[in-house]
């Protein structure tokens, strides 16, 4: 099937290789399936389970800038929240669109659970900082971030 990698492995090779002691009976050959599929992130092509994370873990530089975005939007939270400046105001200061600060602020309010698996890498495979500076990419509900968000 293409949606999946199959190992097959030889029971008595097995046997011999490892220098273990089994019984003559059983199966020859056990299979061994995992679901998988070549998923686009950006521009990379990344290989991923069927619970939506990577088999190999996002490249550190995609860690680094989500980790930078999320620090950068609750820093521009804290000032706006703490000095009751207005989002214009504050985004000519930074040098930045009110509406690119009004989207990088609303990762502020992204779920703990979200958070924790963004500083790990451990997002869905197809969830990168750009994804979530979308329009609409945060839902105010948490339950649905985790659905969203976080592998299966």
Known sequence: MPDRFELLLNRAAHVQVLALHAPAEGEPVFTHSVALRLTRTGRA???VQDNGQAVTPPPLADTQALVRL??????????LRDTGCEIKVLAAREGVTASYMTRLVRLAFLSPRVVEAALLGKLRTEIDAQGLLATGAINPHWAE????????
Do not use: D, F, H
């Open 45 to 47: 092509m990344r290989l």
């Open 70 to 79: 999320l620090a950068r939007a609750r820093q521009w939270w804290k000032l």
């Open 145 to 152: 971030q985790k659905r969203r968000y976080l592998p299966g």
